[in-house]
Nanobody, 122 residues
Framework: QVQLLESGGGLVQPGGSLRLSCAADGNTFDIFAMGWFRQIPGKQRDLVAAINHNGATTNYAESVKGRFTISRDNAKKMVYLQMDRLKPEDTAVYYC???????????????WGQGTQVTVST
């Protein structure tokens, strides 16, 4: 069973940047699209960025488009989320998992990790 470990979150001021990392184990990482999800307490977990199996295609929710960049390194079984020009509304726990590259469905196939907290505040 694949385990996911997210890291890189923290407290940042509006307009600042963070880079999140997700480490995965297992032997299926390189055949799945991956994504970053975020969740605010009491709200559904939303897919905000996705990348296809080889990194050639990315897709973003409108709320983060132009500000976030997802990337992956299959040799290291890592996926990253560069977050720039952060806004207070980006505050959430961020998770990685397999994803639907089109963002139409979550398509999260692996057990959820613990996520990493991102707080954007003055």
């Amino acid at each position: 069973q694949v385990q996911l470990l997210e890291s890189g979150g923290g407290l940042v001021q509006p307009g600042g940047s963070l880079r999140l990392s997700c480490a995965a184990d297992g032997n299926t990482f390189d055949i799945f699209a991956m994504g970053w999800f975020r969740q605010i307490p009491g709200k559904q977990r939303d897919l905000v960025a996705a990348i296809n199996h080889n990194g050639a295609t990315t897709n973003y929710a409108e709320s983060v488009k132009g500000r976030f960049t997802i990337s992956r390194d299959n040799a290291k079984k890592m996926v990253y989320l560069q977050m720039d020009r952060l806004k207070p509304e980006d505050t959430a726990v961020y998770y990685c998992n397999t994803a639907d590259i089109t963002l139409a469905t979550m398509r999260a196939n692996y057990p959820w990790g613990q996520g990493t907290q991102v707080t954007v505040s003055t």
